[in-house]
């Protein structure tokens, strides 16, 4: 049975930093595209970033350039997300996603649409 789990999130004040991680379980981790999305309330599913399978090509949405990075450890079968700078208007749930088709992060990654599989979701709350 696949499971995906996201931790890491909490309460920063604007200006700070968190990392969120991204544990895959019954699954070969290393064959999935994975992605990051958020979602305030009110607000439909956003991509944030999209890796390809060896973490060497990695794609953001404008809104988090130069602030976020995703990264991948294969091995332990976890993705990450560092959130450096972080606005008010980055509170949201993050939920990571995992597709199973290699090229996804060179298509319409931030579609939500097509993902194999989801996590629950962490809560990121930036205070002003």
């Known amino acids: 049975q696949v499971q995906v789990v996201e931790s890491g999130g909490g309460l920063v004040q604007a200006g700070g930093s968190l990392r969120l991680s991204c544990t895959a379980s019954?699954?070969?981790?290393?064959?999935?595209?994975m992605a990051w999305f958020r979602q305030a309330p009110g607000k439909e599913r956003e991509g944030v970033s999209c890796?390809?399978?060896?973490?060497?090509?990695?794609y953001y949405a404008d809104s988090v350039k130069g602030r976020f990075t995703i990264s991948r450890d294969n091995a332990k079968s976890t993705l990450y997300l560092q959130m450096n700078s972080l606005k008010p208007e980055d509170t949201a749930m993050y939920y990571c996603?995992?597709?199973?088709?290699?090229?996804?992060?060179?298509?319409?990654?931030?579609?939500?649409?097509?993902?194999?599989?989801w996590g629950q979701g962490t809560q990121v709350t930036v205070s002003s």
């Open positions: 890796i390809n399978l060896s973490g060497r090509s990695t």
């Open positions: 019954g699954l070969t981790f290393d064959r999935y595209s």
């Open positions: 996603a995992a597709d199973g088709n290699y090229n996804r992060c060179l298509g319409s990654w931030s579609i939500t649409s097509g993902y194999d599989y």
